[in-house]
Nanobody, 131 residues
Framework: QLQLVESGGGLVQPGGSLRLSCTVSGSTSDYYLIGWFRQAPGKEREGVSCINTGDISTYYADSVKARFTISRDNTKNTVYLQMNSLKPEDTDVYYC????????????????????????WGQGTQVTVSS
């Protein structure tokens, strides 16, 4: 059973930065897809960014391109989401999720793959952007 633990959320002023971390344990696969998702109450889930920890392919939603960067440290089984130039509309609970092994593309995971196909979810971390 995959376990994912997020950390790094908090309160930041507009224009500020935060780095989220997602640490994975319990995987029998050397590589996997990790996606960061956000969902505000009453809104649809948005795939923010996804990465294949094997071939390092990445996907970004248009709303975060050029501001967010996803990366991984396979020695620590951790994926990071560096968020720069944060805006109030980035306020949300951010979740990481995994697909192991990486049986589809990062774009598919972030945009259309149903969450029942995910192999694990984190508990979520709150990001608040406010002055």
């Amino acid at each position: 059973q995959l376990q994912l633990v997020e950390s790094g959320g908090g309160l930041v002023q507009p224009g500020g930065s935060l780095r989220l971390s997602c640490t994975v344990s319990g995987s029998t696969s050397d590589y996997y897809l990790i996606g960061w998702f956000r969902q505000a109450p009453g809104k649809e889930r948005e795939g923010v960014s996804c990465i294949n920890t094997g071939d390092i392919s990445t996907y970004y939603a248009d709303s975060v391109k050029a501001r967010f960067t996803i990366s991984r440290d396979n020695t620590k089984n951790t994926v990071y989401l560096q968020m720069n130039s944060l805006k109030p509309e980035d306020t949300d609970v951010y979740y990481c999720a995994a697909v192991a092994p990486p049986i589809t593309t990062v774009q598919h995971m972030c945009t259309t793959l149903h969450q029942r196909e995910f192999d694990g979810w984190g508990q979520g971390t709150q990001v608040t952007v406010s002055s």
